[in-house]
């Protein structure tokens, strides 16, 4: 549950980044235009063309994108959505609608494919991110995410999507950052408490954890990750 709201937390501010940025720019329903996304035919050509280490984004189909937005407008159960049907003529409702009717894993692919621009660098930017962990993060943070909804456990689990971490000794949060396993709940929890503490610095997340791990002393912390002077690091004191 501590994980669950934090994640919560940040979703809201991501979405938040991403509709205030591109609304500015592009106006209440850029999403709509396929211009802002690669395209089926984009993304083979950054594949055939990508070097060994490149990223390349998910797929991501723009006109089934639109169409799940057009069905849930044909029968909205929220208020604020039938209001805008009510008064208003457009089909797919302003950005600032369209980001709470979906989920953690489609905001990750929507924002992974857009096109790169001075807007897409700003939101990565506003989280002191770079592109790469920042799209490598909001896979990471859907798969934990739709864990906590199920009712998963954290604990010994494994962490299919794993955040990459900075390797540049300037971008790096953590003095033990060498010995982290990006594979292990640590990385996890730290990737959200640097972010947490940007998009919410009242948030009591370090707080409420590192009582949490003082409840249960006999979790085998070392094979979650947790290095030997974890609790020492700016990150969490």
């Known amino acids: 549950m501590l994980v669950f709201e934090a994640l919560e937390n940040i979703e809201i501010a991501i979405k938040t980044q991403l509709t205030n940025t591109m609304a500015a720019a592009y106006g209440s329903h850029w999403y709509v235009e396929a211009a802002h996304f690669f395209s089926q035919e984009e993304r083979r050509q ?81 989280f002191k991110l770079t592109k790469k962990h920042f799209i490598s993060w909001l896979h990471c943070f859907s798969f934990i995410r739709n864990k906590c909804a199920h009712d998963s456990r954290l ?56 009582n949490l791990i003082d409840d249960y002393p006999d979790i085998d912390y070392n094979r979650l990750g947790f290095t030997e002077n974890w609790r020492e690091e700016s990150l969490w004191t």
């Not at 953690?104 to 897409?120: A, D, H, V, Y």
């Open 46 to 126: 950054l594949i055939r063309n990508a070097k060994a280490d490149e990223d390349i984004p998910t797929g991501f189909d723009h006109n089934l994108f639109l169409a799940d937005i057009a069905k849930t407008m044909e029968e909205p159960d929220e208020l604020f959505l039938q209001n805008y049907k009510q008064f208003f003529e457009p089909i797919y409702p302003p950005s600032w609608m369209m980001v709470e009717m979906i989920t953690f894993g489609t905001l990750s692919k929507l924002i992974e494919n857009l096109k790169p621009s001075t807007e897409k660098a700003a939101i990565h930017d506003h």
């Open 155 to 210: 604990v010994y689990a494994k962490i299919n999507f794993a955040p990459a971490l900075p390797a540049r000794k300037s971008r790096q949060f953590l003095k033990e950052a060498d010995d982290v396993d990006n594979a292990t709940l640590y990385a996890v929890l730290s990737c959200i408490q640097f972010m947490i503490s940007i998009c919410n610095e009242s948030s009591n997340f370090k707080r409420q954890l590192r």
